[in-house]
């Protein structure tokens, strides 16, 4: 569908994937407040339709392109998330995290929001941590176990079955949490928009701020759109 300005909230969150992300970020409701169309919801929160309807297509073209991944199977799935993913976000992470702590230290007095950033920063790196700790350590042994086994006359047990199960509930709980500190930076940061006055370091911890958040969605929607309900497939 093409976005227009007299779509309703509710109407682009049916037939855009991704834009749920999007309205969360400017704290548009798309479920009470869904009847509202763009052009009032815009104006309530004080940004552009324009900007609004690029961010929300170019979500959507990159969760489109991850659909020809539901043709792969589960071990390059895997073999994406250990290479690709976890690498890309985590040294995104260890290059900003430092600046973070830079711009809080120089800028702090006067803007305490980017103190507020910089500790949810840090929450956010020791939940990555942990829920990349347990697609390794968890999720992926559990799926080679019952990958491992000599289909179609063998029977998967009901400890392989819960073992799989537990860890993606760990997982999504984990994500979930991590989505809910990026609102709340994204909030703080009045969605990544640095004062007029912030310096060069400033401005980039923003930019930076809003590349890793964008990857971070992007891969907790791989895992949970394609690489969960392809590992629950097997079991079902």
Known sequence: MEIERENTVAEVVSKKLGSDYIFNKYSIDFCCGGGLTLEAACKEKGITFETL????????????????????DLGSLMLMVKTEYHPTIDHGFKEILPLASKVA?????????V?????????????????????????FPAIDTILSLDFPSAEIT??????????????????NFIKGVFHKIANLSSNY??????????????HS????????H??????????VPKALKIIA
């Open 115 to 139: 103190v507020d950033i910089k500790e949810l920063l840090q929450a956010v790196g020791i939940y990555l941590d942990r829920t990349f700790e347990s697609t390794i350590n968890d999720l």
């Open 53 to 72: 309807r690029q961010e929300i297509e170019s979500l959507n073209s990159k969760i489109i392109g991850t659909s020809s991944l539901n043709d792969r």
């Open 105 to 113: 230290d120089v800028h702090g007095a006067v803007h305490s929001e």
């Open 209 to 216: 701020l809003q590349q890793l958040d964008n990857e971070v």
């Open 158 to 175: 009901y400890k392989q079955v819960e073992a799989l199960k537990v860890a993606v509930e760990r997982i999504t709980a984990e994500n």
């Open 193 to 206: 928009t640095a004062p007029e006055e912030a310096c060069n370091s400033y401005r980039f911890l923003y």
């Open 218 to 227: 992007e891969y907790m929607h791989f895992e949970k759109h394609v690489l």
